[in-house]
Structure formats: structure tokens, C-alpha cells
């Protein structure tokens, strides 16, 4: 009896300390993220002034290099890593016909680019691609890109958006989630309702797998899409961050050729031109990348939309909020990885400031603001101490981000 119980218990620990160890392998295998995502589609050439061109990408503040138009063969790719290292830039780099075992390594390479927009039929042979790339390059992300939710059953292979991106998180086992989307701003077409609904979405399925979401946005006109105001930029960034994005992705860096693309609008044009979104994507990036650390460490936990003509106080009864006036606002609520609550207040208008009276929960003195500036926590400051209550500035589609103390 004695003998049978020993052995059960050695049993037990084995089996214990083989879960273990396939635990811990596993997570080795997959990627993690560690830096706030902000890139691009299309890099630029690898021609003689490659050297350059990613001066200029650091200088905007981007953070990751997807590559796969301007460095599309070994040696560029190779080109490409070594002015990423040390520019301090993260790069998905083309696979250019190579095999797995083939793939390039260092420290600058966070993955490989797959697939953009596959359908639901393409999700067996995308799980092959990425079992395999895994296996001979634990740690590097396999990075596939999906469709909006405008896109139509033939193109999804599914009946819902909702159960395409089940089906792929769910088939394809992939260690972050990412999609397009390009809202309409017009006065004829305002399309951010969908938008908000397509983020939805990628949330739900990120919060269920415990993986990243990333998407891309507007910044260009081609097709039937306009061409974004800086404050708009703002908007599509600020309500991708409000539904716990750890990505941020321009649509495009360098301008494509092509019939979609004849105006030649995107960050840089097609002859290597910096546009007016250059110093746009620069200042907007600087901000984010010194918000990102924080918002690494978020864990979102409610999305709430409030309208002019909407009780602020009903919609936000579950929040850390106990008082905002009347307004356009996105608030995004999260839990920071030591506990505290965080809040993103988010002016939902691109074409007016808003200046919101505010109260949390809690004493203000127990409220620290992330400051853009430095990434710094720091004080709340009331922007308007003559007036009675307390007063946040907000920019058009901006945000800002607070972090509370205590329950």
C-alpha cells in the first residue's frame, strides 16, 4: 500500500513537472511582444539611399519595419536588418522563398511576414506555415494581416466577420491579431461606427486567445478612400489605443504604384518625398511611443461611446468616472499589471477640441496622468483652475491617459 502510494505520488510529480516544462517550452516557442507596435505598409526601396530612409523612419518614431516590398530578397532583407539594429527598430522581414531553417535571425528581426487578407479556406495551410516557422524559430512571429469587416462573405469564406476571426485565431493558433480598416471622415460618408465595431471585434478575440491586437488605418488617398487631416490620424490611432490595441499600423509609409494610387498621397511619395503626413505621422508618433510602455501593461477591461445627447453619468455608471459633461468622448477602460485602473479619455470629435469637466472615483491626488512628453506618470493638472470643477484640454481626436490608485 505504501509502495503503490510513493509510486502515485512520484507519478504525480512527473506528470506535474512535464506540464511544466511543456508550458514554459511552449511560451519560448511563441512570440511575446515588448514594445508598442507602430509601423507601416510598404517599406521603402533598397536602393543607394537606403541608408536614409531609415534615418527618416526613426526620426518619425516608428518602432517596427514590416517589410516585403522595398527589401523583397536575402540580401536586402539582410540590408534591411542591419540599419534596423542600429536604428533601434523591430522588423517583420519577407521570407523571400526561403524555408523556415532558412529564415534570418538577430536581434532586430521580431518575425516574418505570411499572408495579408486570407480567406477562411487558406487558415489550414497558414497553421502548417506557422507550426513550422515556430519550430525552427521559436519566438518569432508569424504575421499574417486579416480583412476589415466590410469585406463580403466571398472574400471572409465565412457567413460573419465575427466567425472568420474565431475561426482564424482559433485554426491558425497565430501570437497576434491583426487587421485593415479604412473609415470614411467625409461630409457625405462617415464610416467610424464600423470602425469602432471592427475594433470590437479584434478586442474580443485578443482578450479570449490573451494575444495582441494591432490594425491598420488611413493615411492616403486611393480608390474611393480621402485623404486624412492630421487630427483625423489622431481619431483612428487614439480609438484603436481606447479598445486596447498594442499596435498601431499607417496605410501607407511608401506610396505604392498602381490604378488605386494615382494621387501619390501616402507618408512618403513614390519618387521619395517626405508629404505633409510625414511631420503629421512624427508628432503623432513621438506621443504614442512614449505612451507605449504604459499601454503595454494594460489589460483592457470596457469600451464606453458617449454622445452629446447621452446621460454621461448612465453610460459611464461602471466606470472610474463619477462626472464628465455632456460631449463626444470614447473612454477606454483597462487594469494595469500592478493593479491600478487606467483610464483613456478620448475626444471622439476630429473636427473640435473639447474641454470635459471631470471627477474620478478618487481624489485627484491619487491620479497620475501618463505624460506624452516623457512617458512619465505625473500629477493631473486642472487646465482651467479659474473655473469651477476640474478641466481636461483635449485636442481633436486626441486622448489622454490616467492611472488610479487603489479599488
Given at each position: 500500500?505504501k509502495?503503490?502510494?510513493?509510486r502515485?505520488?512520484?507519478?504525480?510529480?512527473?506528470?506535474?513537472?512535464?506540464?511544466?516544462?511543456?508550458n514554459?517550452?511552449?511560451?519560448?516557442?511563441?512570440?511575446?511582444?515588448?514594445v508598442?507596435?507602430?509601423?507601416f505598409?510598404?517599406?521603402?526601396?533598397?536602393?543607394?539611399?537606403?541608408?536614409?530612409?531609415?534615418?527618416?523612419?526613426?526620426?518619425?518614431?516608428?518602432?517596427?519595419?514590416?517589410g516585403?516590398?522595398g527589401?523583397?530578397?536575402?540580401?536586402?532583407?539582410?540590408r534591411?536588418?542591419?540599419l534596423c539594429?542600429?536604428?533601434?527598430?523591430k522588423?517583420?522581414?519577407s521570407?523571400?522563398?526561403?524555408?523556415?531553417?532558412?529564415?534570418?535571425?538577430?536581434?532586430?528581426?521580431?518575425?516574418?511576414?505570411?499572408?495579408?487578407?486570407p480567406?477562411?479556406?487558406?487558415?489550414?495551410?497558414?497553421?502548417?506555415?506557422?507550426?513550422?516557422?515556430?519550430?525552427?524559430?521559436?519566438?518569432?512571429l508569424?504575421?499574417?494581416?486579416l480583412?476589415?469587416?466590410y469585406a463580403?462573405?466571398?472574400?471572409?469564406?465565412?457567413?460573419?466577420y465575427?466567425?472568420?476571426?474565431?475561426?482564424?485565431?482559433?485554426?491558425v493558433?497565430?501570437?497576434?491579431?491583426?487587421m485593415?480598416?479604412?473609415?470614411?471622415m467625409?461630409?457625405?460618408?462617415?464610416?467610424?461606427?464600423?470602425?469602432?465595431?471592427?475594433?470590437?471585434?479584434?478586442?474580443k478575440?485578443?482578450?479570449?486567445?490573451n494575444?495582441?491586437?494591432?490594425?491598420?488605418?488611413?493615411?492616403m488617398?486611393?480608390?474611393?478612400?480621402?485623404?486624412?487631416?492630421?487630427?483625423?490620424?489622431?481619431?483612428?490611432?487614439y480609438?484603436s489605443l481606447?479598445?486596447?490595441?498594442?499596435g498601431?499600423?499607417?496605410f501607407?509609409?511608401?506610396?505604392?504604384?498602381g490604378?488605386?494610387?494615382?494621387?501619390?498621397?501616402?507618408?512618403?511619395?513614390a519618387?521619395?518625398?517626405?508629404t505633409?503626413?510625414y511631420?503629421?505621422?512624427?508628432?503623432?508618433?513621438?506621443?504614442i511611443?512614449?505612451l507605449?510602455?504604459?499601454?503595454?501593461?494594460?489589460?483592457?477591461?470596457?469600451?464606453?461611446?458617449?454622445?452629446?445627447?447621452?446621460?454621461?453619468?448612465?453610460?459611464?455608471?461602471?466606470?472610474?468616472?463619477?462626472?464628465l459633461?455632456?460631449?463626444?468622448?470614447?473612454v477606454?477602460?483597462?487594469?494595469?499589471?500592478d493593479?491600478?485602473?487606467a483610464?483613456?479619455?478620448?475626444?471622439?470629435?476630429?473636427?473640435?477640441?473639447a474641454?470635459?469637466?471631470?471627477?474620478?472615483?478618487?481624489?485627484?491626488?491619487?491620479?497620475?496622468e501618463?505624460?506624452?512628453?516623457?512617458?512619465?506618470?505625473?500629477?493631473?493638472?486642472?487646465?482651467?483652475?479659474?473655473?469651477?470643477?476640474?478641466?481636461?484640454?483635449l485636442?481633436?481626436g486626441?486622448?489622454?491617459?490616467?492611472?488610479?490608485?487603489?479599488n
Amino acid at each position: 500500500m505504501k509502495m503503490n502510494t510513493l509510486r502515485s505520488i512520484a507519478f504525480g510529480i512527473i506528470v506535474a513537472l512535464g506540464s511544466q516544462w511543456a508550458n514554459a517550452a511552449n511560451q519560448q516557442a511563441t512570440f511575446v511582444q515588448d514594445v508598442f507596435a507602430i509601423g507601416f505598409w510598404v517599406d521603402p526601396p533598397a536602393d543607394e539611399h537606403m541608408d536614409q530612409h531609415y534615418t527618416d523612419i526613426a526620426a518619425a518614431h516608428f518602432t517596427v519595419v514590416i517589410g516585403g516590398f522595398g527589401a523583397n530578397t536575402p540580401d536586402t532583407v539582410q540590408r534591411q536588418l542591419r540599419l534596423c539594429e542600429q536604428y533601434g527598430l523591430k522588423a517583420i522581414v519577407s521570407r523571400t522563398g526561403l524555408s523556415p531553417a532558412q529564415l534570418p535571425q538577430g536581434p532586430a528581426v521580431w518575425g516574418y511576414t505570411i499572408r495579408d487578407e486570407p480567406s477562411a479556406q487558406d487558415f489550414p495551410g497558414l497553421r502548417d506555415t506557422v507550426a513550422a516557422i515556430r519550430q525552427a524559430r521559436p519566438g518569432r512571429l508569424s504575421y499574417i494581416n486579416l480583412f476589415p469587416n466590410y469585406a463580403n462573405q466571398a472574400q471572409l469564406g465565412t457567413e460573419t466577420y465575427d466567425e472568420h476571426i474565431k475561426r482564424f485565431v482559433e485554426e491558425v493558433d497565430v501570437d497576434v491579431l491583426s487587421m485593415d480598416h479604412y473609415p470614411m471622415m467625409t461630409p457625405d460618408s462617415d464610416t467610424r461606427t464600423r470602425y469602432c465595431s471592427n475594433l470590437d471585434v479584434m478586442r474580443k478575440y485578443s482578450l479570449l486567445r490573451n494575444i495582441p491586437f494591432w490594425d491598420f488605418f488611413n493615411t492616403m488617398p486611393f480608390g474611393p478612400h480621402f485623404d486624412p487631416t492630421e487630427a483625423q490620424l489622431r481619431w483612428q490611432i487614439y480609438t484603436s489605443l481606447a479598445y486596447g490595441a498594442k499596435g498601431v499600423l499607417y496605410f501607407c509609409y511608401w506610396t505604392p504604384r498602381g490604378g488605386e494610387f494615382p494621387k501619390g498621397g501616402a507618408i512618403i511619395t513614390a519618387e521619395g518625398r517626405k508629404t505633409r503626413h510625414y511631420e503629421e505621422a512624427r508628432r503623432i508618433n513621438q506621443d504614442i511611443k512614449n505612451l507605449g510602455p504604459a499601454l503595454m501593461k494594460l489589460t483592457s477591461t470596457g469600451v464606453y461611446r458617449v454622445t452629446p445627447d447621452q446621460d454621461t453619468n448612465e453610460i459611464l455608471n461602471e466606470t472610474p468616472i463619477t462626472r464628465l459633461t455632456k460631449g463626444d468622448y470614447l473612454v477606454g477602460c483597462f487594469e494595469h499589471t500592478d493593479g491600478r485602473r487606467a483610464v483613456l479619455l478620448n475626444n471622439y470629435s476630429f473636427a473640435y477640441t473639447a474641454w470635459p469637466t471631470l471627477e474620478f472615483d478618487i481624489p485627484f491626488e491619487q491620479i497620475r496622468e501618463v505624460c506624452k512628453d516623457t512617458g512619465r506618470e505625473i500629477p493631473m493638472v486642472d487646465d482651467s483652475p479659474a473655473m469651477e470643477g476640474f478641466q481636461v484640454s483635449l485636442n481633436s481626436g486626441e486622448g489622454r491617459l490616467f492611472l488610479l490608485s487603489g479599488n
